[in-house]
């Protein structure tokens, strides 16, 4: 006796296509699948093909959203995709944490090899204060305290040591001038 995976119903009578369903449904629910599966190819593609992070982010959100729709088909034992649609929630959830922890490396060796070049010492605590706050804004996106925290810790390292020798660097300034009492300030 058939029954449809879909409505529930089932006699010796009814018939149902291949996905399991009795051609009152079928029509719809293929439909609606297909489009559901069609903007899930779209947005992977665009999420591998751009380099653009907020393109890619909301692809990402995109496709979870139409994963979610397929969800309840696959758990009527409809044929939906293939990872399933939970398994592709998770993946794109990965991929998306992924995202922004490349973008935030990306952002904080962008300012910190500006700092590192930077002529003075204020636009290298500048440029490196930009890094730390890609660090911290990575965070929150991510919802985890302890993502980056190596970098975080170069990055404060390289502000100490920048600040450190600017201080040096005016003290002996004041010194050669013969300026004693800003030297012994600096120092």
Known sequence: MAQCRNCGRKGWLLSVDPNGLCYECAPFIVLNIQNHTRIIDDSVNLINRSKNKATRLSRCD?????????????????????????ELIRLVQDQKHEIILEDAQQQVEKWLDKARVAATVRTALTNGSKALLAITEARKELGDPSTLADREAEVKRFL????????????????????????????
């Not at 100490?160 to 120092?187: C, I, M, V, W």
């Open 160 to 187: 100490h040591e920048t600040e450190l020798a600017g201080y040096l660097d005016e003290a002996k300034k004041a010194e050669f001038k013969g300026n004693r009492k800003k030297a012994l300030d600096q120092y």
């Open 62 to 86: 995109l496709l979870i959203e139409h994963a979610q729709a397929l969800v309840p088909y696959h758990a009527k034992g409809i044929p939906t995709v293939e990872p399933s649609p939970a």
